[in-house]
């Protein structure tokens, strides 16, 4: 069965950086479109980031991250990344790893990313 299971949250201080990873399983992997997406409390969960399937040559990235976060794929350890740096307070929420199969989508169980000082 597809698992996502999202790591390297944590609590940074304004202005730092912090590196989340996606280990993918279940399916092939090169062959998906994988995003990141964050949730705040009381606020809809919006995606933060897409990289298109194979090399991933193809990024996409939400106004608000855009020259802060990058988005990456390492096909041979079917893992994707998201490096956030310049952190917002803003930036604080859970952040959960998706893809889509058509019209079903499958998520990771997310990781909390607080940023305070």
């Known amino acids: 069965q597809v698992q996502l299971v999202e790591s390297g949250g944590g609590l940074v201080q304004p202005g730092g950086s912090l590196r989340l990873s996606c280990a993918a399983s279940g399916f092939t992997f090169n062959s998906y479109a994988m995003s990141w997406y964050r949730q705040a409390p009381g606020k809809e969960r919006d995606m933060v980031a897409r990289?298109?399937?194979?090399?991933?040559?193809?990024?996409n990235y939400a106004d608000s991250v855009k020259g802060r976060f990058t988005i990456s794929r390492d096909n041979a350890k079917n893992t994707v990344y998201l490096q956030m740096n310049s952190l917002k307070r803003e930036d604080t929420a859970v952040y959960y790893c998706?893809?889509?199969?058509?019209?079903?989508?499958?998520w990771g169980q997310g990781t909390q990313v607080t940023v305070s000082s």
């Open positions: 990289i298109a399937n194979f090399g991933g040559a193809g990024t």
């Open positions: 998706n893809t889509k199969f058509g019209r079903m989508d499958y």
